[in-house]
């Protein structure tokens, strides 16, 4: 069984910083895609930040320039390094990981259960 824990979020003010950490764990073969997506009060869950186990990552315009998202395949984890945080960055933050358990198993989608982000004075 695999599974993905984030960690990390908390209340922060506005301008201030704060680092998600995801890791995935269990029966894996490898991870392909690994990313970071949020929710806030009744809106859909949106993404913020992908990067490949080869490193290319992909960002929501409205978080270029002020997050980064980096990983350590060795350990299967990925991070999220979020600067000069705003008030409408508030949202649970999901951690995404396309999964392969054996060398011919497709990769799979696992999900995990999120970690608050508030940013507020």
């Known amino acids: 069984q695999v599974q993905v824990v984030e960690s990390g979020g908390g209340l922060v003010q506005p301008g201030g910083s704060l680092r998600l950490s995801c890791a995935a764990s269990?029966?894996?073969?490898?991870?392909?895609?690994m990313g970071w997506y949020r929710q806030a009060p009744g809106k859909q869950r949106e993404l913020v930040a992908t990067?490949?186990?080869?490193?290319?990552?992909n960002y929501a315009d409205p978080v270029k320039g002020r997050f980064t998202i980096s990983r350590d395949n060795a350990k299967n984890t990925v991070y999220l390094q979020m600067n000069s945080l705003k008030p409408e960055d508030t949202a649970v933050y999901y951690c995404?990981?396309?999964?392969?358990?054996?060398?011919?198993?497709?990769?799979?989608?696992?999900w995990g259960q999120g970690t608050l982000v508030t940013v507020s004075s």
């Open positions: 995404n990981a396309d999964v392969k358990i054996s060398w011919s198993s497709t990769y799979q989608e696992i």
């Open positions: 269990g029966n894996i073969f490898g991870v392909y895609i």
């Open positions: 990067i490949t186990s080869g490193g290319i990552t």
